[in-house]
């Protein structure tokens, strides 16, 4: 597990291994790990910052692509292998739904994502195939969690650093860290992410998180193919906190439905527990002035009355929310 304070970078915590007599190798900041649906963040963020909304209609239906000369097509699948027709963007996000999110990474194209996740921090190579809109590529736990630190912090990347700085024994300063900040994304695209990730733990894949603890939350589910890694990543206004559970060999599974929700969500929800224990004050998220609130049916993104029965309050970036003309 690794945990990021957001407004600094400074790493707060860090477990690398269950036992350090057994094994040196710190997987926290070595192993590189296939990312699974911990990556559709970063493909929904090139989606938002190019004028998709959370309303935004993506289609849940067979689809198959071209994989290159001798290669069988790519035919993405869905986790319970069913298809769901037309879908909003925060559905899809939501349920963690794969063919539209692999939809959405053919129509923005995928070097234009590998380019966000630049700026998100990942130094890691992801490669433009379609497939790594479904986390096929490899990174670390720190890459990810400096990642998702973006979408609290208002579009700004905080390097991560451990040490503080380092003295002498005569307490002469030798070196020091200080926070290094980077825009990365718009602070309205951001916020529009944040609220998107916040609907994961309120009704989605992480609902175990919402339901049991009482405090602003974000953040997404990672499973991979055979249940090899299973990864949670999540935040509050203040910290964000990454939790990945696997064998040191790629290719061991876990096990049967051992999945991010199952397998990592837990832990991640002790230590967060633990975290705000004692805190009566609850932080929030700043929302830039730009931002649109609106009341939309959560199934079908229209625009309803705020008393109607399955209404959310939907943020949209003013330009983009129904009845406006996007440019």
Request: aromatic share 10%; proline share 7%.
């Amino acid at each position: 597990m690794l945990a990021i304070d957001n407004h600094t970078g400074q790493i707060k915590a860090m477990v690398g291994g269950w036992s350090f007599s057994r094994s040196k190798f710190n997987r926290a900041v070595q192993a590189y790990r296939q990312l699974g649906s911990t990556f559709k963040p970063i493909v929904y963020t090139a989606a938002i910052d190019r004028g998709y909304t959370p309303t935004s209609v993506l289609l849940d239906a067979p689809v198959s692509y071209n994989a290159g000369p001798g290669q069988p097509l790519y035919s993405p699948h869905n986790y319970d292998r069913k298809f769901e027709g037309n879908v909003t963007l925060r559905h899809s996000l939501e349920e963690s739904r794969n063919v539209p999110t692999v939809r959405l990474m053919e129509q923005l194209g995928p070097v234009s994502v590998i380019d966000y996740a630049k700026r998100l921090g990942f130094s890691s190579t992801v490669q433009p195939y379609l497939s790594s809109a479904l986390g096929s590529s490899e990174a670390t736990l720190l890459e990810v969690v400096s990642a998702y630190s973006v979408f609290p912090n208002q579009g700004v990347r905080m390097q991560p650093y451990g040490l503080l700085k380092v003295t002498d024994r005569q307490g002469n300063l030798l070196e020091e860290h200080r926070p290094e900040p980077t825009d990365a994304i718009r602070a309205d695209t951001a916020f529009v992410m944040t609220n998107l990730l916040r609907g994961v733990v309120q009704r989605g894949t992480a609902a175990k998180a919402g339901a049991t603890i009482n405090w602003p939350l974000g953040g997404k589910t990672g499973t991979t193919d055979d249940f090899t890694d299973a990864w949670f990543t999540g935040f509050d206004p203040d910290i964000t906190i990454g939790v990945w559970v696997g064998y040191d060999r790629n290719r061991r599974t876990l096990g049967t439905g051992e999945t991010g929700a199952n397998a990592a969500l837990p832990i991640w929800m002790d230590i967060m527990k633990t975290y705000i224990a004692g805190r009566e004050q609850k932080p929030e998220f700043p929302s830039p002035g730009n931002i649109i609130f609106l009341s939309v049916d959560k199934s079908t993104g229209a625009q309803v009355d705020p008393s109607t029965p399955g209404s959310i309050q939907e943020a949209f970036i003013s330009g983009t929310q129904p009845g406006s003309t996007f440019k």
